[in-house]
């Protein structure tokens, strides 16, 4: 498994690999920008199958109007919610020809947080309401779209559980996720060595919570 989503986040970085740019850029290519998103999907997978790797982390599903946003920002397809969908659902449609396993991150929405996991724990206050119409709405859809597999936010959402971060609530991954929007396929952590989750928790105690809460894979 990898994260090769394009843009500032690849792993594979060798010049014998495809550099492609950010999910963003998709959207520059108007009434084609589906079709865009599903052939970087693909081509992407193709390369990833090639060298033996069968899981992407991709595509980003975050709702980011912001470009400036510390963590997400260009990762985005859009700040558009329906466009969002569209172009991620499409994106993992052309990864699944080509055998490799689409991961859509970071549920429920890591696109209108205002710091960055990797630092600090960010906290979107944001009502279930507004969650629910604006930050689900593509994970809904790449849902009945059949994807296999999702990746959880280190973010705090108070409306949706005060107390913990999503990786590590079961309201939020197992009452919403698994119950609410029906998701089937596999649970992912985000990486739990993060400081939003390491901080408060340490390593340990967080995959024992992060499992318990519903996700598969810590």
């Given at each position: 498994?990898?994260?090769?989503?394009?843009?500032?986040?690849?792993r594979l970085k060798d010049p014998r690999f495809t550099q492609f740019p950010p999910a963003r850029s998709c959207s520059l290519f108007c009434c084609h920008a589906e079709r865009a998103a599903e052939s970087a999907g693909a081509f992407?997978?193709?390369?990833?199958?090639?060298?033996?790797?069968?899981?992407?982390?991709?595509?980003?599903?975050?709702?980011?109007?912001?470009?400036?946003?510390?963590?997400?920002?260009?990762?985005?397809?859009?700040?558009?919610?329906?466009?969002?969908?569209?172009?991620?659902?499409?994106?993992?449609?052309?990864?699944?020809?080509?055998?490799?396993?689409?991961?859509?991150?970071?549920?429920?929405?890591?696109?209108?947080?205002?710091?960055?996991?990797?630092?600090?724990?960010?906290?979107?206050?944001?009502?279930?309401?507004?969650?629910?119409?604006?930050?689900?709405?593509?994970?809904?859809?790449?849902?009945?779209?059949?994807?296999?597999?999702?990746?959880?936010?280190?973010?705090?959402?108070?409306?949706?559980?005060?107390?913990?971060?999503?990786?590590?609530?079961?309201?939020?991954?197992?009452?919403?996720?698994?119950?609410?929007?029906?998701?089937?396929?596999?649970?992912?952590?985000?990486?739990?060595?993060?400081?939003?989750?390491?901080?408060?928790?340490?390593?340990?105690?967080?995959?024992?919570?992060?499992?318990?809460?519903?996700?598969?894979?810590?």
């Open positions: 498994a990898i994260d090769q989503e394009g843009g500032r986040v690849r992407m997978a193709a390369e990833l199958s090639a060298v033996g790797i069968d899981i992407n982390f991709a595509p980003v599903l975050d709702v980011d109007e912001d470009p400036k946003n510390p963590s997400v920002g260009d990762r985005s397809f859009s700040g558009d919610p329906d466009t969002a969908a569209r172009l991620g659902i499409a994106f993992l449609r052309g990864s699944l020809s080509r055998n490799v396993l689409p991961v859509g991150k970071h549920f429920p929405g890591h696109g209108h947080a205002d710091a960055d996991s990797h630092e600090v724990l960010p906290v979107v206050r944001a009502s279930r309401a507004t969650l629910l119409r604006r930050d689900v709405v593509p994970f809904r859809r790449a849902i009945r779209a059949g994807i296999p597999a999702l990746m959880s936010a280190h973010v705090l959402f108070p409306s949706l559980d005060p107390r913990y971060p999503a990786t590590l609530s079961e309201k939020i991954l197992r009452g919403l996720l698994r119950e609410k929007l029906r998701f089937r396929g596999v649970l992912f952590s985000d990486a739990l060595e993060m400081k939003a989750i390491a901080n408060d928790h340490g390593m340990g105690r967080a995959a024992v919570l992060a499992l318990r809460a519903g996700c598969d894979v810590a």
